[in-house]
T-cell receptor, first 111, second 119 residues
């Protein structure tokens, strides 16, 4: 079935760039999403990319999509302590209402 | 902004109790979802609803039921709570899209979650 995979942890130094990676198997995914979950809170939509794009930039966030390799990444420039959270990628397809979720990557910021 | 409100942030119940978790959205979204989130397991879909009085099982419906009597409200019911249902419960809503391709953007919007403990 459809699957979305992410590594569970990423540790970066404050001020460096963070790159969170995601691979997916459903080639019909039209939109791919990045969500952020701070401790004890719900999920907040960060950004999304449509499958006919290969890059989207929004302030410190850059999303890269490689459709051939089914690889999605989220780059956070100048990582700050407030970026410490779990980041989920999720894919949607034309065929149903659901999103397919990765397990989430916990971003740990070192001082 | 979309507002999804879950009735409780924290809830403690006893084994065997019937538990109701309520979720309300204010954006006239057709679709509503209940997930549970456990460490290392990500989000798992329990049930979803694409219209009033309509419901579909997700990946882990056992031990749960849902109710959607009004478009804005989606309730999750634990018929007889058990300790393995201790978890974080997240409600979400989304629009139904009417087209394909670039018209199919359907992000889900989440509430703040309910941390449920069953003793």
């Amino acid at each position: 079935g459809e699957d979305v995979e992410q590594s569970l942890f990423l540790s970066v130094r404050e001020g460096d760039s963070s790159v969170i990676n995601c691979t997916y198997t459903d080639s019909s995914s039209t939109y791919l999403y990045w969500y952020k979950q701070e401790p004890g809170a719900g999920l907040q939509l960060l950004t999304y990319i449509f499958s006919n794009m290969d890059m989207k930039q929004d302030q410190r966030l850059t999303v890269l999509l490689n459709k051939k390799d089914k690889h999605l990444s989220l780059r956070i420039a100048d990582t700050q302590t407030g970026d410490s959270a779990i980041y989920f990628c999720a894919g949607a397809s034309d065929s149903n209402y659901q999103l397919i979720w990765g397990a989430g990557t916990k971003l740990i910021i070192k001082p | 902004d979309v507002k999804v409100t879950q009735s409780s942030r924290y809830l403690v119940k006893r084994t065997g109790e019937k538990v109701f978790l309520e979720c309300v959205q204010d954006m006239d979204h057709e679709n509503m979802f209940w997930y549970r989130q456990d460490p290392g397991l990500g989000l798992r879909l329990i049930y979803f609803s694409y219209d009033v009085k309509m419901k579909e099982k997700g990946d882990i419906p056992e031990g749960y039921s849902v109710s959607r009597e009004k478009k804005e409200r989606f309730s999750l019911i634990l018929e007889s709570a058990s300790t393995n249902q201790t978890s974080m419960y997240l409600c979400a809503s989304s629009l139904s899209y009417s087209g394909t391709g670039s018209n199919s953007n359907q992000p889900q919007h989440f509430g703040d979650g309910t941390r449920l403990s069953i003793l």
